[in-house]
């Protein structure tokens, strides 16, 4: 049985699981702020040489780690988040493959609560 539509704070009426247009707006609206005030990848540090360490580390560690996945790795995370300290950031002892899933979902949830 498909479950009912919900009302958006816009007066909108929504289908279950979807998102309102004026939400995925605000979203963006949100996310645009945010990021015009951040540094470049390459200013913080995920430039060329990121990118051949990660290359090397993804060609022998293949497989998501995340409990329960194991689908192909495409990303490199940093267990604890570096947060600009570049000594925790080049410490491969700190690095882990995720797939991007795992990285979009869990992971992102998991800091954001920590």
């Known amino acids: 049985m498909p479950r009912p539509p919900h ?16 939400q995925v707006a605000r979203t963006r609206a949100r996310n645009k702020r945010h990021d015009a005030g951040r540094p470049s990848a390459s200013a913080r540090g995920y430039g060329s040489k990121w990118r051949k360490a990660r290359d090397a580390f993804l060609k022998i560690n293949d ?25 925790l950031f ?17 992971k992102q949830r998991q800091e954001r609560h920590a």
Do not use: F, Y
Not at 66 to 80: E, N, R, S
Not at 90 to 106: E, G, V, Y
């Open 90 to 106: 080049w410490d491969r002892s700190n690095w882990q493959p995720l797939c991007t899933s795992c990285h979009s979902r869990h």
């Open 7 to 22: 009302i958006c704070t816009c007066g909108n009426i929504v289908p279950h699981g979807e998102r309102c247009a004026c």
């Open 63 to 87: 497989r998501c780690v995340w409990p329960g996945c194991g689908a192909k790795a495409t990303l490199v995370d940093h267990i604890i988040a570096h947060r600009g300290d570049m000594r």
